[in-house]
T-cell receptor
Framework: EPEVTQTPSHQVTQMGQEVILRCVPISNHLYFYWYRQILGQKVEFLVSFYNNEISEKSEIFDDQFSVERPDGSNFTLKIRSTKLEDSAMYFC???????????FGPGTRLLVL | AQTVTQSQPEMSVQEAETVTLSCTYDTSENNYYLFWYKQPPSRQMILVIRQEAYKQQNATENRFSVNFQKAAKSFSLKISDSQLGDTAMYFCAFMKPNSGNTPLVFGKGTRLSVIA
């Protein structure tokens, strides 16, 4: 069964550094999302992406964040200058269309020191 | 804005017994989708079940079923014959249909422990 994959599974970085989180969607999926979950809290929406542009973003998704699909397969989330409060689990999710179920990847656990 | 409320932070159930997890939501939409996701200790988010609001019939998926009460805006999850592998966080989620990408709105989750 096709799965969403994410790399790396874990990343530790110093405050102020840039990180790039990668996601490989299920092959026929066209709708992409990033969510994050701070430890012990609920899952929060960051951004959605379709047809090479952002569809919707939350107030969490400020100028420090960006997304792109550079090569038609990977879907990336970049955090330009990480802050301590960016420490969280970051989930990529993809869907075949906007009405369809979103399937989640295994997540990237980011720790900012 | 839509909100999702899970009023039970933690629950436990004996193996082989049945447990019901509660979820309520607030929306002015008439058509929407509701989901239950499971998050085991590995922290992966796994889809358990999905319900379309226009369908009156409650969704079922093997041992998992829902009680969808649209007028009451309630969407509870029933797990029958609970197994140790059902131990996880369970998140209720709401999605409003839209022409574009629509994010999921999650509740805070219920931590379920299945006891041998």
């Amino acid at each position: 069964e096709p799965e969403v994959t994410q790399t790396p599974s874990h990343q530790v970085t110093q405050m102020g550094q840039e990180v790039i989180l990668r996601c490989v969607p299920i092959s026929n999926h066209l709708y992409f999302y990033w969510y994050r979950q701070i430890l012990g809290q609920k899952v929060e929406f960051l951004v959605s992406f379709y047809n090479n542009e952002i569809s919707e973003k939350s107030e969490i998704f400020d100028d420090q964040f960006s997304v792109e699909r550079p090569d038609g397969s990977n879907f990336t989330l970049k955090i330009r200058s990480t802050k301590l409060e960016d420490s969280a689990m970051y989930f990529c999710a993809t869907g075949r269309d906007s009405q369809e179920t979103q399937y989640f990847g295994p997540g990237t656990r980011l720790l900012v020191l | 804005a839509q909100t999702v409320t899970q009023s039970q932070p933690e629950m436990s159930v004996q193996e082989a017994e049945t447990v019901t997890l509660s979820c309520t939501y607030d929306t002015s939409e008439n058509n929407y989708y509701l989901f239950w996701y499971k998050q085991p200790p590995s922290r992966q988010m796994i889809l358990v079940i999905r319900q379309e609001a226009y369908k009156q019939q409650n969704a079922t998926e093997n041992r998992f079923s829902v009680n969808f009460q649209k007028a009451a805006k309630s969407f509870s999850l029933k797990i029958s014959d609970s197994q140790l592998g059902d131990t996880a966080m369970y998140f209720c989620a709401f999605m409003k249909p839209n022409s574009g990408n629509t994010p999921l709105v999650f509740g805070k989750g219920t931590r379920l422990s299945v006891i041998a």
